[in-house]
């Protein structure tokens, strides 16, 4: 790394922690509260976040028992994520993450760079029409896609409840013939010149096709068209180099840890596989 390089990288991981943490983590929640440097947020459709900008010196254990705390005490919370970043110093957090039922994702880098760089003109394949997803049935059809793709139930409900409280969220889709072939939000952020980009995923047998690429450009555009210039995006090995070849600097890494709420069945020891035998 150059000398003009690394200064690029802390200059923008210095605007990562002070404008996309915190504050900018609540802005759609639906109750927000402080325990210490932690902030808690309850969003739409039963999710909850936490977040925080440094818990160096802090009780991590401590802290982690009283998020869990917060989260048990609200019924409407089904699921929730603290999200860790590999430049943060706190000793101790996976461990109490694990021993309050928090369950680690996978690792992602996180990119910023320029919109600008990012909007360029790409052709689609033949057939292949790009455009916003603005019907509760085209975000459900996304959504869908995008469930497929990971593997794992997405938050389709969170998401239309968001859609209705926030205008400022927009859904993209790559289709044709009625299949959505590829999808990603942009999510502008109030307040700075920063815009994310979320959720983005391509049908295996529709990669490698540029579908993707161009899905990116089109919600660069819109989100230089609203007075973003930067782009944020927590990015998996498959997105990654496609922005570092736009000059996007990776800041850090984060990880997303999980907590589900129990359901009476965990609870219930007739229900546990090592369950001893009678």
Do not use: N
């Not at 990562?16 to 802005?27: I, N």
């Not at 794992?152 to 859609?163: F, Y």
């Not at 983005?200 to 007075?227: D, F, K, M, Q, V």
């Amino acid at each position: 790394m150059t000398e003009d390089t690394g200064a690029r990288r802390d200059a923008l991981l210095a605007a990562y922690d002070a404008d996309l943490r915190t504050e900018a983590e609540m802005e759609r929640a639906l109750e927000v509260a402080r325990i210490g440097p932690l902030w808690l947020g309850v969003f739409p459709g039963g999710r909850g976040f936490i977040s925080y900008r440094d818990l160096e010196g802090a009780d991590a254990p401590a802290l982690v028992a009283a998020a869990t705390a917060f989260l048990a005490e609200r019924p409407q919370v089904h699921e929730a994520e603290w999200k860790t970043r590999s430049h943060d110093r706190a000793p101790g957090l996976h461990e109490a993450l694990l021993a309050h039922g928090f369950t680690p994702g996978e690792r992602e880098s996180v990119m910023l760079g320029a919109a600008a760089a990012l909007a360029v003109d790409l052709p689609l394949p033949d057939g292949v029409v790009l455009r916003r997803a603005t019907t509760e049935e085209d975000v459900r059809r996304m959504c869908a896609m995008q469930d497929a793709v990971f593997g794992s139930p997405g938050h389709v409900e969170e998401l239309l409840a968001s859609l209705a409280a926030d205008p400022a969220i927009e859904c993209w889709i790559a289709e044709k013939d009625g299949e959505v072939l590829s999808a990603g939000r942009l999510h502008p952020v109030a307040g700075t010149a920063v815009a994310g980009i979320w959720g983005g995923a391509t049908l295996p047998a529709w990669r490698g096709r540029g579908i993707y690429r161009a899905l990116t450009a089109a919600r660069a555009r819109s989100a230089l068209r609203g007075g973003r210039t930067l782009i944020h995006s927590d990015s998996t090995e498959h997105s990654r180099p496609i922005l570092e070849r736009y000059g996007f600097t990776k800041v850090t890494e984060t990880t997303p840890y999980t907590w589900r709420r129990p359901t009476s069945r965990d609870d219930d020891p007739a229900s546990r596989d090592d369950d001893p035998a009678p």
